[in-house]
């Protein structure tokens, strides 16, 4: 769904020009779209590893199909297992393992199975959130980069449109078209960093934030669960990150 915010936010741009009598057709332009978006890219490329270039990319399908987190049902497969591990022991947890819905969870459960303590438990967990989250991070701080470079190459690019606007000094019939196409590329460089890359950048933080808070609540339950607290007190631990009561 937050696709729809790009395409609406560029569709509200064409709309306004429709209504001020400009044809939309005058905002397609190759040359300003390659000095915008490619030179912006190779921007980042000096700032980012190729690596962390492919990885921040990848993160785009975000804007089509955001990953969920169910607190609800996450604390209900926690509360589960606790009552399984007080019944039959940490060993039967190793059938659970296909129950998690997530590779941290699955992560976490195989390590109480394979008898890590609870400290190290703890440790190893929150380490895993910590990388995770700084990946994250620098994906966003990709996108927030190609937002800051992007209206720059914009104006590099209106600059060169109207040299070359300049030389067609003699023929006057050209110079007004040339003069629109110079500033293309600076409407090119606004929308990219204002409607797609910054607003890109923002929801991969959001999206962060949420993913942390719903590893955290699972870390602070197998936690619980690695040192034998009864289903109550791990029940009152993650309904802080729930707002379940812990009935």
Same mark, same amino acid.
């Given at each position: 769904?937050?696709?729809?915010?790009?395409?609406?936010?560029? #569709?509200?741009?064409?709309?306004?020009?429709?209504?001020?009598?400009?044809?939309?057709?005058?905002?397609?332009?190759?040359?300003?779209?390659?000095?915008?978006? #490619?030179?912006?890219?190779?921007?980042?490329?000096?700032?980012?590893?190729? $690596?962390?270039?492919?990885?921040?990319?990848?993160?785009?399908?975000?804007?089509?199909?955001?990953?969920?987190?169910?607190?609800?049902?996450?604390?209900?497969?926690?509360?589960?297992?606790?009552?399984?591990?007080?019944?039959? #022991?940490?060993?039967?947890?190793?059938?659970?393992?296909?129950?998690?819905?997530?590779?941290?969870?699955?992560?976490?459960?195989?390590?109480?199975?394979?008898?890590?303590?609870?400290?190290?438990?703890?440790?190893?967990?929150?380490?895993?959130?910590?990388?995770?989250?700084?990946?994250?991070?620098?994906?966003?701080?990709?996108?927030?980069?190609?937002?800051?470079?992007?209206?720059?190459?914009?104006?590099?690019?209106?600059?060169?449109?109207?040299?070359?606007?300049?030389?067609?000094?003699?023929?006057?019939?050209?110079?007004?078209?040339?003069?629109?196409?110079?500033?293309?590329?600076?409407?090119?460089?606004?929308?990219?960093?204002?409607?797609?890359?910054?607003?890109?950048?923002?929801?991969?933080?959001?999206?962060?934030?949420?993913?942390?808070?719903?590893?955290?609540?699972?870390?602070?339950?197998?936690?619980?669960?690695?040192?034998?607290?009864?289903?109550?007190?791990? $029940?009152?631990?993650?309904?802080?990150?729930?707002?379940?009561?812990?009935?």
């Amino acid at each position: 769904m937050n696709l729809i915010g790009v395409f609406t936010g560029v #569709g509200c741009i064409i709309f306004a020009m429709i209504l001020e009598g400009t044809h939309p057709g005058a905002l397609i332009n190759f040359p300003a779209f390659l000095v915008v978006v #490619g030179a912006s890219m190779s921007a980042c490329v000096v700032q980012f590893s190729i $690596k962390e270039l492919l990885s921040a990319l990848s993160h785009l399908t975000w804007l089509i199909s955001p990953p969920r987190f169910n607190m609800y049902s996450q604390s209900e497969l926690l509360s589960s297992m606790s009552a399984i591990a007080r019944q039959q #022991g940490l060993l039967a947890l190793e059938n659970s393992v296909g129950s998690a819905n997530d590779d941290f969870t699955r992560s976490g459960i195989q390590m109480i199975v394979d008898g890590v303590d609870k400290d190290s438990l703890a440790t190893l967990l929150d380490n895993a959130i910590q990388v995770e989250q700084q990946r994250l991070e620098t994906n966003a701080k990709f996108f927030e980069s190609m937002g800051g470079y992007s209206p720059t190459m914009g104006i590099i690019g209106a600059v060169l449109g109207l040299i070359h606007a300049m030389s067609l000094l003699d023929r006057p019939d050209l110079l007004g078209s040339s003069i629109a196409v110079a500033f293309v590329a600076t409407i090119y460089g606004l929308v990219f960093a204002n409607i797609v890359c910054i607003p890109t950048a923002n929801r991969i933080r959001t999206l962060n934030a949420k993913l942390a808070l719903y590893k955290y609540m699972t870390a602070e339950g197998l936690v619980s669960i690695c040192g034998s607290e009864n289903t109550i007190m791990l $029940k009152r631990r993650i309904a802080v990150f729930t707002g379940i009561r812990a009935d």
